[in-house]
């Protein structure tokens, strides 16, 4: 695998920005010590520190001197954080990668300057073990650059390529839709304890039952239905449980919550 030869600043970090940079050292994107993590309190990264990472509160010195600078605050918090680099930027230097939720490469671009590279993606924490579905998107930036962002993201996990105005419903789907699943997986655990297993056992069991479900999916290419009808035997337990489910609105909660996480990831950046 092709090491990435230059510097990457990730600016902001707290859950996404800290599972990107666990990912890449694991995928062998980079060493450590070409990645500079920032937060407002650089203590909370002492233990980054200790494994090669270098560490700064300086957003600005710190994009002077990166090739990519990943943009990892919290959509409320961006405009500040731009305000902050923006003596810093060079349009020929560096390629910015947004992950936040709401923020289009046109709003960034209207506050570090026209010429800017700006890709957006939309990760899930899942990056930390190279297992993430990410989104990326631009509306300007050059066919290099959005090659070598896809590379990065490609080494942990999957990506596909959507146009920008799917972004938010890329977020609620895949980046919220982590805790979505997770959450299912918790209460098919809870469910489990009820009918006589130990909480631990019945997580253990749930979760890979969970896996399994994603894996066929993946590995045989099929479609969820077709998955099912090969469980649900005649006048069987499966068609039942599955039938009282659908009565209580699992599919329909599922999706409602997910349009809803859908238009609140449009509504959580103010321009200013
Ligand atoms: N958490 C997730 O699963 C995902 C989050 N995102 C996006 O990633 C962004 C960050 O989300 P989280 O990691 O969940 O939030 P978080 O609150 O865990 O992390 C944000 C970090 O930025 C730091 N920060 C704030 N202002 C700063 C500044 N001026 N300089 C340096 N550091 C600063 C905060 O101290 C905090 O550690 C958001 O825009 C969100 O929409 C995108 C995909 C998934
Ligand atoms: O909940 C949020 O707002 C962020 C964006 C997607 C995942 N977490």
Do not use: W
């Amino acid at each position: 695998m092709n090491q990435f030869k230059g510097s990457i600043a990730i600016l902001g970090s707290g859950n996404i920005g800290v599972s990107l940079a666990k990912g890449l050292i694991k995928a062998d994107y980079a060493l450590p010590s070409q990645i500079t993590l920032t937060r407002r309190n650089i203590s909370n990264l002492s233990v980054l520190a200790e494994q090669g990472f270098v560490i700064s509160a300086d957003n600005s010195a710190v994009v002077g001197n990166a090739d990519i600078v990943v943009l990892a605050v919290l959509p409320q918090q961006l405009n500040q954080l731009l305000e902050q680099i923006r003596p810093s930027v060079d349009a020929k230097k560096q390629v910015f990668i947004s992950v936040a939720s709401g923020v289009s490469c046109a709003d960034i671009r209207s506050k570090l300057g026209e010429d800017v590279q700006v890709i957006r993606a939309m990760p899930n924490t899942a990056i930390a073990i190279g297992q993430s579905m990410t989104c990326v998107a631009t509306d300007h930036a050059t066919k290099d650059n959005v090659e070598e962002v896809i590379r990065m993201f490609e080494t942990v996990g999957s990506v596909v390529k959507i146009n920008e105005d799917l972004m938010t419903s890329a977020t609620a789907l895949c980046a919220c839709g982590i805790a979505f699943f997770l959450r299912a997986i918790r209460a098919a655990s809870q469910g489990g304890v009820e009918i006589g297993f130990h909480a631990d056992e019945a997580l253990k069991m749930a979760v890979q039952t969970a896996k399994g479900a994603a894996d066929l999916l993946l590995q045989m290419q099929s479609h969820p239905e077709q998955e099912i009808d090969k469980v649900t035997s005649p006048k069987g337990c499966t068609i039942a449980g599955l039938n009282e489910m659908e009565h209580n609105g699992f599919s329909s909660s599922l999706i409602k919550g997910i349009k809803l996480s859908a238009v609140k990831a449009g509504a959580l950046y103010t321009k200013e």
